[in-house]
């Protein structure tokens, strides 16, 4: 009996050692095949948001499965701008919500946010800025390859904008002017000293957390600031002094391999009209097909949360809808999307007789007070004054003028050095005014840039820096000018006859002016809290997008930088199983890095500059790379010369 005992005990123990064995194994091969997963996945985000990051098209053309429960779920969107409408396409396309599910709340009577083109019968056509692209927006294009074209059948908007700008590549002939339309002869060069470069590349290798609450002034000086360089970047980023040292890091660092690109704008794309007819209206048609709800005249006014350390959820959308208040109850199973802030927020305009109205100071600013509303309930939503606080410096104005005859055209063909009603490119990017106490720069796309515009009439894009500065010709700051006196200090640095320019800013032409108090707010000194995450910690059933939401891997003023945080947050609330497309990774590729330094120098080698005690390194390290593949790089990236 003992015995049968001790056999039946020593079998037990086999089979229970046996049986611990095969589950450590299939631990093992679970632990490991975890780690496969997340390899092939990608590195994911540290709060399980459910966002994770891909390079390559493996995932690129991967169509994502039904996320669990979706038809169950209602979306609102604060906001029509490009982020809110891209977070709408990618709920339907990746998140496979019905369109009646979606509703898109605009305080306005028309989609588009700051991406607008519009023709105003009793003023003309308005444009309050336009928008750059290239060929590495990555989410951009994500997102419009399955956007149906409205111009060719068959076709996705990123067809007929690819199709456009390999057939009629952009480039500009005339980057600058001086002294009353005289091209300014910038040769592409970026005239920066030794010392000059030395301190752009010091901000390159600083690290973020050293520039918070720092301004551009604080790391560069008269160097940089002299420089062709400078007004090369300030005018076409619209950068000002005072902006952030961050921000002007990020960009650099984010754009390295457009460097090259930069002086005659071969580095940019643009669509066929105005950005309101290419890219809002495509996406709005795709979206009214799918039966999304858009409800205009609904004005946000705030969101309630309750929040706890570990919980954030939002409960109720207060809204005006034609002026009636209105309260949208919230359960956990909704999605609320919020544009928080805005570049064209308290818009003023003008008219050919009558400067902006009204003090930008106390401009209508509807989505800052949503965000500071929204900001008192959680430390963890941002901090809006960083950015709104100072309209002095978060303001420029722009105008938008149409030639009306043709007497003004010649003067623009002898800049531009191109017919600009040929249909093709014109300026290929801002011609600014090197001598210009506005700093003005202006542009003309292709032409016609609306769909209805009149083919012999040429829509011109005008925009000043320094809005309270006494202009060249008219006397007067750019901010208190009617649109016939923009239009004059416009024609004076077009080289027009001075006897000529009251009459063509009179009856060949009409402007449009817009005064934007925040146009450049999102550029303000600032520290990585002062905007949300796209999803804050512990947030339940609610995302931020837009430009002034973060997301630490792109760059704001961008189209790119919109439908990457839209990307962010529809995956990551619903758990989409796709991966959001990295950022290219141009920063970290030497041919771009070298490619890039050598042109910072207008083509003079590193091993040509004084590096002082560190000279007696140059030679041994030329020597050291003789004869191998190193030495075959630098060669062809210009940094090692034949006489080196």
Same mark, same amino acid.
């Given at each position: 009996m003992k015995r049968s005992i001790k056999i039946a005990a020593t079998t037990a123990a086999a089979v229970s050692s046996a049986m611990l064995v095969k589950k450590a194994k299939e631990n093992k091969v679970e632990e490991k095949e975890n780690t496969y997963r997340n390899t092939e996945l990608g590195k994911h985000d540290k709060n399980s948001k459910g966002i994770y990051y891909t390079n390559g098209n493996y995932e690129a053309f991967a169509r994502p499965k039904k996320p669990e429960g979706v038809e169950n779920k209602q979306a609102y969107l604060v906001g029509s701008g490009l982020a809110s409408l891209a977070a709408a396409c990618f709920l339907v396309r990746d998140g496979q919500m019905p369109g009646k599910n979606i509703h898109i709340l605009e305080a306005m009577d028309i989609a588009g946010g700051a991406c607008d083109g519009i023709f105003d019968p009793s003023r003309g056509y308005i444009m309050r800025g336009g928008r750059e692209m290239e060929n590495h927006f990555e989410c951009l294009w994500d997102l419009f390859r399955s956007i149906p074209s409205l111009e060719i059948k068959d076709a996705s908007v990123l067809d007929e904008?690819?199709?456009?700008?390999?057939?009629?590549?952009?480039?500009?002939?005339?980057?600058?002017?001086?002294?009353?339309?005289?091209?300014?002869?910038?040769?592409? #060069?970026?005239?920066?000293?030794?010392?000059?470069?030395?301190?752009?590349?010091?901000?390159?290798?600083?690290?973020?957390?050293?520039?918070?609450?720092?301004?551009?002034?604080?790391?560069?000086?008269?160097?940089?600031?002299?420089?062709?360089?400078?007004?090369?970047?300030?005018?076409?980023?619209?950068?000002?002094?005072?902006?952030?040292?961050?921000?002007?890091?990020?960009?650099? #660092?984010?754009?390295?391999?457009?460097?090259? /690109?930069?002086?005659?704008?071969?580095?940019? =794309?643009?669509?066929?009209?105005?950005?309101?007819?290419?890219?809002?209206?495509?996406?709005?048609?795709?979206?009214?097909?799918?039966?999304?709800?858009?409800?205009?005249?609904?004005?946000?006014?705030?969101?309630?949360?309750?929040?706890?350390?570990?919980? =954030?959820?939002?409960?109720?959308i207060e809204c005006k809808v034609n002026g009636k208040d209105k309260n949208i109850q919230l359960t956990e199973n909704d999605l609320v999307f919020i544009t928080n802030g805005s570049c064209v927020e308290g818009t003023i305009y003008g008219d050919q007789d009558h400067a902006p109205q009204g003090d930008a100071k106390v401009a209508k600013s509807g989505c800052w007070d949503?965000?500071?509303?929204?900001?008192?309930?959680?430390?963890?939503?941002?901090?809006?004054?960083?950015?709104?606080?100072?309209?002095?410096?978060?303001?420029?104005?722009?105008?938008?003028?149409?030639?009306?005859?043709?007497?003004? !055209?010649?003067?623009?063909?002898?800049? &531009?050095?191109?017919?600009?009603?040929?249909?093709?490119?014109?300026? /290929?990017?801002?011609?600014?005014?090197?001598?210009?106490?506005?700093?003005?720069?202006?542009?003309?796309?292709?032409? /016609?840039?609306?769909?209805?515009?009149?083919?012999?009439?040429?829509?011109?894009?005008?925009?000043?820096?320094?809005?309270?500065?006494?202009?060249?010709?008219? =006397?007067?700051?750019? =901010?208190?000018?009617?649109?016939?006196?923009?239009?004059?200090?416009?024609?004076?640095?077009?080289?027009?006859?001075?006897?000529? !320019?009251?009459?063509?800013?009179?009856?060949?032409? !009409? &402007? !449009?002016?817009?005064?934007?108090p925040y146009i450049t707010a999102f550029f303000m000194p600032r520290r990585k809290e002062d905007r949300p995450d796209v999803i804050v910690d512990g947030a339940?059933?609610?995302?931020?997008?837009?430009?002034?939401?973060?997301?630490?891997?792109?760059?704001?003023?961008?189209?790119?930088?919109?439908?990457?945080?839209?990307?962010?947050?529809?995956?990551?609330?619903?758990?989409?199983?796709?991966?959001?497309?990295e950022v290219w990774g141009s920063v970290y590729d030497i041919r771009e890095l070298l490619d890039s330094s050598v042109k910072l120098m207008d083509g003079k080698s590193p091993f040509e500059i004084n590096l002082g005690p560190l000279n007696i390194f140059k030679k041994p390290l030329i020597k050291a790379v003789k004869g191998t593949v190193i030495e075959k790089l630098l060669r062809n990236h210009e940094v090692l010369k034949d006489n080196m």
């Open positions: 904008f690819y199709w456009l700008n390999k057939e009629d590549p952009n480039y500009s002939l005339c980057r600058a002017t001086v002294n009353r339309g005289q091209d300014a002869k910038t040769n592409n #060069q970026f005239g920066l000293s030794q010392k000059g470069c030395m301190e752009i590349m010091k901000l390159f290798m600083t690290k973020d957390e050293d520039l918070y609450d720092k301004t551009i002034e604080d790391v560069f000086d008269e160097e940089v600031f002299n420089s062709t360089f400078w007004m090369y970047w300030r005018t076409m980023f619209a950068f000002e002094n005072w902006h952030s040292a961050l921000e002007m890091k990020l960009y650099f #660092q984010r754009f390295i391999h457009h460097i090259s /690109g930069l002086p005659d704008f071969s580095a940019l =794309k643009f669509t066929r009209y105005n950005q309101y007819e290419s890219l809002i209206l495509p996406m709005q048609k795709y979206l009214e097909k799918h039966g999304v709800d858009f409800q205009f005249n609904s004005e946000v006014t705030n969101i309630i949360f309750d929040t706890t350390p570990d919980k =954030k959820v939002a409960k109720v949503l965000w500071k509303n929204i900001a008192k309930q959680d430390a963890s939503f941002g901090h809006p004054e960083k950015f709104c606080s100072d309209i002095e410096k978060t303001n420029w104005e722009s105008a938008t003028i149409t030639t009306l005859d043709d007497k003004i !055209i010649p003067y623009i063909t002898n800049i &531009c050095k191109r017919d600009p009603r040929t249909g093709h490119v014109v300026t /290929g990017g801002i011609v600014s005014c090197k001598d210009s106490s506005w700093l003005l720069s202006w542009t003309i796309n292709r032409q /016609g840039q609306f769909k209805q515009q009149d083919k012999e009439k040429v829509c011109v894009w005008v925009y000043g820096l320094f809005t309270d500065v006494l202009g060249d010709y008219v =006397k007067k700051p750019m =901010k208190e000018c009617t649109g016939k006196e923009i239009t004059m200090e416009w024609l004076y640095h077009l080289g027009v006859p001075e006897k000529y !320019i009251e009459d063509y800013a009179t009856n060949s032409a !009409i &402007c !449009i002016p817009t005064m934007m339940v059933n609610f995302a931020f997008l837009g430009q002034f939401a973060h997301t630490p891997r792109d760059t704001v003023f961008t189209t790119e930088y919109s439908v990457r945080t839209a990307m962010e947050a529809v995956y990551g609330l619903l758990g989409v199983d796709r991966g959001v497309p």
